[in-house]
């Protein structure tokens, strides 16, 4: 089993900053992809941003150019910096990742953490 936990989450003013860190721990053998979701109130999750282990980057049109997704693989973890932060960007952020596990084989597991709130105020 892998455990994502999230951090770094919080109430700030519109123009603001925050960063995001996301651990991973467990049983890992590697990690391919790592990101980066949120789901506002009465919204769908959507996606933010994806890293791939060899550092390419995705990320939605109405976050570019003012997030940052980053990763430090040999601690399982993945960053989102923040900046100019909106009130629409409030939603709660959730850190997904591909786990490679061996369980008598090797497979490819796909895990959520529990969320933080990001809340930006006008």
């Known amino acids: 089993q892998v455990q994502l936990v999230e951090s770094g989450g919080g109430l700030v003013q519109a123009g603001g900053s925050l960063r995001l860190s996301c651990l991973a721990s467990g049983s890992i053998f590697s990690i391919n992809a790592m990101g980066w979701y949120r789901q506002a109130p009465g919204a769908q999750r959507e996606l933010v941003a994806t890293?791939?282990?060899?550092?390419?980057?995705k990320s939605a049109d109405s976050v570019k150019g003012r997030f940052t997704i980053s990763r430090d693989n040999a601690k399982n973890t993945v960053y989102l910096q923040m900046n100019s932060l909106k009130p629409e960007d409030t939603a709660v952020y959730y850190c997904?990742?591909?786990?490679?596990?061996?369980?008598?084989?090797?497979?490819?597991?796909?895990?959520w953490g529990q969320g933080t709130q990001v809340t930006v105020s006008s």
């Open positions: 890293i791939t282990s060899g550092g390419s980057t």
């Open positions: 997904n990742a591909e786990v490679l596990e061996y369980r008598g084989g090797y497979y490819t597991y796909r895990y």
